[in-house]
């Protein structure tokens, strides 16, 4: 008696996880098939029946966060908020890692950041340099090309004209 009335309930809770499902309604689904398959006997057709569906629901469900987690990611960076947006792409990632293009755009805030960070440097270099601390203006610019290494080039020039300030600073001091 006790097999019929647990695969009556797995059967209950099955149909009602087929509405949840054909109602869009992935969470409650994957929640109700998992319930039935408590309720089934393990290795049961009931209970092999549900595990599928209930498999299929879970990947229906990454997929959906997933998606979710891009389109936060995409309003990020239309916002300019890079480290959220590097953020929320990772999680996409690590739920999904099928979708390689991911690694393409992470890529390239990763580099965005560290060229928004360079830029920082820069300009806190130029502010200490009119306040004649040159030691200190050398330090910000060399940590600016260590993280953008392209602007090398462009401040050779200022690096090379610190040296003289910076020891005439120090004689000063």
Known sequence: METFDRTQKARKLEEQADLALANK???????????????????????????????????????ETSTQLIEKGESA??????????????????????LIHLQCILSGIERTI?????????SDAHTVMKAQRY??????????????PSIEESLRE????????????????
């Open 77 to 98: 960076l239309k916002n300019s908020q890079f480290g959220r947006a590097k953020e929320l792409y990772s999680q996409a990632l690590s739920l999904n890692t099928d």
């Open 114 to 122: 560290q060229m928004r960070a360079s830029a920082l440097k820069i």
């Open 25 to 63: 309604h992935f969470k409650e689904a994957a929640d109700h098939y998992r319930n039935s398959m408590k309720s089934a006997l393990g290795n049961s057709r009931i209970y092999l029946r549900v595990k599928e569906k209930h498999d299929s629901v879970n990947v229906v469900l990454g997929l």
């Open 135 to 148: 030691r200190e203006a050398n330090a910000l610019y060399r940590e600016a090309i260590f993280l953008d």
């Open 158 to 173: 200022t690096l090379h004209s610190l040296g003289p300030l910076m020891q005439g600073e120090d004689a000063m001091n």
